[in-house]
């Protein structure tokens, strides 16, 4: 037998296909006689199998097709219900977590990039070992409810461990609908590009008035510490009482582009895996695609003006040259942020956030 790696190439909302393992055995599994492929057609196939589903996008971009629908019972629980379950002591609302995240593994899988677990009834499951980051989180996602009109989670629930527990803490939150925009970024058209742009613009704009409660000007949602995988690996920094303390932290802290900025409520972390976008169906019957949320506010807090931008750059050389063009029309709206980049650019050169 001929033995292949599986791996899915996604450039649409479509799911892919189950595949029992990632190592395929070439041959008559049947056992029936029948022949085999040839291993070369499979080689050639892989080498092509992105433009053919380009094609096929091409192909099918014109038909309608209604988006399915699923019982978003996050929305339906965040009121009466869910004020009730939060009498519940945190130890059975812990317990019920744990199997939930244990369920929803054997129905969904478990997300590839982080400790995040759908649920069953349009809900989501994020736990963590580091309970500052989720109790940031869950506060960051009430800021935003109330605050603005940014489609993002609703925080449901939070359960954190006891003092001194090396539990997880846990976050349930509604499902945002839709597909990432890494994984079908290639199939939006150039006017569906120029809407999700319009849409981002609107929601940072939004993020920018939310006030700041806390003394300290630098500092997360909650006004403590930051976190931020880009400094130091995740070690708190501050909270900062104004930007020079702050740029103290990173490399290059005395260069004239590490000051004089204004200090805004910052996502942190905006790259197209946490970009949602979804189909869309206007009244003419045309298609297109909308944003429909912006997840992981982890390391949400009030930092300088240009970090959001940098740190979406911060994996350009993941994403292609056209939504790196798109993020770059986005920021171009709030200011001229090159010389901040080209100065985070060298301290990633140097290992920084590594």
Known sequence: MIEFRVEHILIDD????????????????????????????????ARFCKSIQLVKLARDIAPVRIPSQSLDLGRVLQHPLMRLWRLFPSARRRMTYEL??????????????????????????????????IRNEYNALQVLEQKTSIPAPRALDIVSPDTGDDDFSYLLMSRVPGTSLATCQDALSDQDC???????????????????????AICNTLGEACRDPRIRDWAPIGPCPDEASFSQ????????????????????????????????????????????????????????????????????????RRYNNM????????????????????AWESGDGI
């Open 249 to 320: 932290h990173l490399r290059f802290s005395d260069e004239p582009s590490r000051r004089g900025h204004k200090i805004v409520f910052t996502h942190g972390d905006l790259n197209p895996r946490n970009i949602m976008v979804e189909r869309t169906t206007n009244s003419t019957g045309a298609r297109g695609w909308r944003l429909s949320g912006i997840i992981d506010w982890e390391t949400a807090g009030y930092y300088p003006d240009y970090w959001d931008y940098t740190k979406s750059m911060f994996e350009s050389f993941r994403w292609t």
């Open 14 to 45: 479509e799911q892919p296909v189950d595949v029992n393992g990632v190592i395929a055995l070439l041959g008559d599994h049947s056992r029936q006689g029948i022949e085999k492929a040839d291993a070369r057609l499979i080689g050639s196939h």
């Open 327 to 346: 993020i770059e029309g986005v920021f171009s709206e709030f200011g001229d942020y090159s010389e901040e980049l080209a100065v985070e650019k060298r």
């Open 100 to 133: 939930l995240r244990k369920i929803g593994n054997r129905f969904y899988s478990k997300d590839e990039y982080a400790l995040v677990q759908r649920l069953p009834f349009g809900l989501y499951l994020k736990c963590n070992s580091d309970s500052d980051t």
């Open 194 to 216: 120029a809407t999700v742009s319009a849409q981002l613009k609107d929601c940072i704009s939004q993020m920018r008035d939310i006030p700041n409660p806390s003394k300290m």
